[in-house]
């Protein structure tokens, strides 16, 4: 029988100890949800993965859904952090949105328990009430961060003012596809990207001239 949910917390760890300890047990909660789903990950799973008895466990998480939530918002905090730097480099809508997709490989090419993280993400959203409505705003947040690119296009008349969810729908198109196929060899992933990236930039498909013309 899994156990969802934790007791209050007792006391108070080590204000020394405080912080990397935290950090471990967002790391090896991390690997284990990425790899075999919240529901299959039991409370006993995380202490001992992080090298910690279940009653030390409690000073710092009150339950498993709690710490999947935070979980995810330190990857979001993550992934944004690059996105942000790659925006920042970047000029226009197309060039926006291949920078953005270019981190997010970067970064799942340093840490592959991210990229499989999102990948479960998916279906434990689906599957757990308590993990759905925990990362309802993050997720809310998400679709907030990607519209915006897509004003920022509008503005500068990228996109036509009147197609906005078109567009969005483009990239929210994008964004289930990366995030199904995260799970996948970096490889993979690298190389969606830049089937992507030849989409967007006209290199993938030519059109082909009309019968008599050259």
């Not at 001992?48 to 008895?53: D, F, M, P, R, V």
């Not at 949105?97 to 991210?114: C, G, K, Q, T």
């Not at 729908?169 to 289930?176: C, G, K, N, P, S």
């Amino acid at each position: 029988m899994v156990t969802q949910d934790m007791p209050r917390r007792r006391g108070r760890p080590p204000a020394a100890d405080s912080a990397e300890t935290k950090a471990k047990i967002f790391e090896c909660a991390r690997q284990l949800f990425g790899e075999r789903g919240y529901g299959s990950v039991t409370n006993k799973d995380l202490a001992a993965e992080a090298g910690l008895t279940t009653g030390a466990l409690y000073h710092y998480v009150d339950s498993k859904a709690e710490l999947y939530a935070q979980v995810y918002d330190d990857v979001r905090a993550r992934y944004y952090a690059r996105f942000d730097d790659a925006i920042a480099g970047s000029e226009g809508f197309v060039g926006q949105l291949e920078a953005v997709f270019d981190a997010a490989v970067a970064l799942n090419r340093e840490d592959p328990s991210i990229a499989k993280f999102i990948s479960a993400l998916r279906f434990d959203v689906r599957r757990h009430e308590e993990v759905r409505r925990l990362v309802a705003d993050a997720l809310a947040e998400r679709e907030r961060y990607f519209f915006a690119i897509v004003e920022g296009a509008v503005e500068t008349g990228e996109i036509a003012d009147g197609d906005q969810a078109l567009a969005w729908e483009f990239i929210r198109l994008l964004l289930v596809g990366i995030t199904e196929g995260a799970g996948n060899p970096i490889e993979e992933q690298a190389l969606a990207i830049e089937a992507i990236k030849a989409m967007l930039d006209g290199r993938l498909i030519k059109a082909v001239p009309e019968a008599g013309k050259l």
